[in-house]
């Protein structure tokens, strides 16, 4: 099993910045995408953005150039630094990844979500 542990959501006046961090832990033989989805009151969940192992990004077009996604491949971790924070961006953030397991079997695995709201 994966577990992934999320931290970093809360309030913050539109035009501020956050910091959200996703560890994965548990039986992980290698994790090839991570990324991170948000779904605001009333709403579908959303991409936001993905990194793959090697590095490569996909943004949503709403969080370009405000929004950067890093990760630490030894830590099994993932980082999105959220700036110029505009109050659409409110929602419930997801971490997500797809994970190959030691004892077999590639599985895609989200974690509980975190609250960022963005309100003055």
């Known amino acids: 099993q994966v577990q992934l542990v999320e931290s970093g959501g809360g309030l913050v006046q539109p035009g501020g910045s956050l910091r959200l961090s996703c560890a994965a832990s548990?039986?992980?033989?290698?994790?090839?995408?991570m990324g991170w989805y948000r779904q605001a009151p009333g709403k579908e969940r959303e991409l936001v953005v993905t990194?793959?192992?090697?590095?490569?990004?996909n943004y949503a077009d709403s969080v370009k150039g405000r929004f950067t996604i890093s990760r630490d491949n030894a830590k099994n971790t993932v980082y999105l630094q959220m700036n110029s924070l505009k109050p659409e961006d409110t929602a419930v953030y997801y971490c997500?990844?797809?994970?190959?397991?030691?004892?077999?079997?590639?599985?895609?695995?989200w974690g509980q979500g975190t609250q960022v709201t963005v309100s003055s």
């Open positions: 997500n990844a797809e994970a190959a397991l030691y004892s077999g079997g590639y599985y895609r695995y």
């Open positions: 548990g039986s992980i033989f290698s994790i090839n995408a």
């Open positions: 990194i793959t192992s090697v590095g490569s990004t």
